[in-house]
């Protein structure tokens, strides 16, 4: 079982950035897409950015142009790069490695408020 550790995650005004980190266990990391999703309480986790192990990115469409999901395969890690924060992206950030039935990583708070 991988498990994922995020990091990065806290309060920041509007118009600012934030980068979040998730650190990977195991050797499985780098063959499998890694994905960052986002909740927030009483709605359904959304699904903010992937990467495919070839490289291959998508985002939602509400973050784009203002995210970027990067990831070091040494270094076992992905990273979700967001500039220009808004209120409304404040939620919990959860890392995921290989889809929704695979690993989850604890979740990091992000808030956005002047």
């Known amino acids: 079982q991988m498990q994922l550790v995020e990091s990065g995650g806290g309060l920041v005004q509007p118009g600012g950035s934030l980068r979040l980190s998730c650190v990977a266990s195991g050797s499985m990391f780098s063959i499998l897409a890694v994905h960052w999703y986002r909740q927030v309480p009483g709605k359904q986790r959304e699904l903010v950015a992937s990467m495919t192990n070839g490289g291959s990115i998508t985002y939602t469409e509400p973050v784009k142009g203002r995210f970027t999901i990067s990831r070091d395969n040494p270094k076992r890690t992905v990273y979700l790069q967001m500039n220009s924060l808004k209120p409304e992206d404040t939620a919990v950030y959860y890392c995921?490695?290989?889809?929704?039935?695979?690993?989850w990583g604890q979740g990091t708070q992000v808030t956005v408020s002047s």
């Open positions: 995921n490695a290989g889809g929704p039935r695979g690993n």
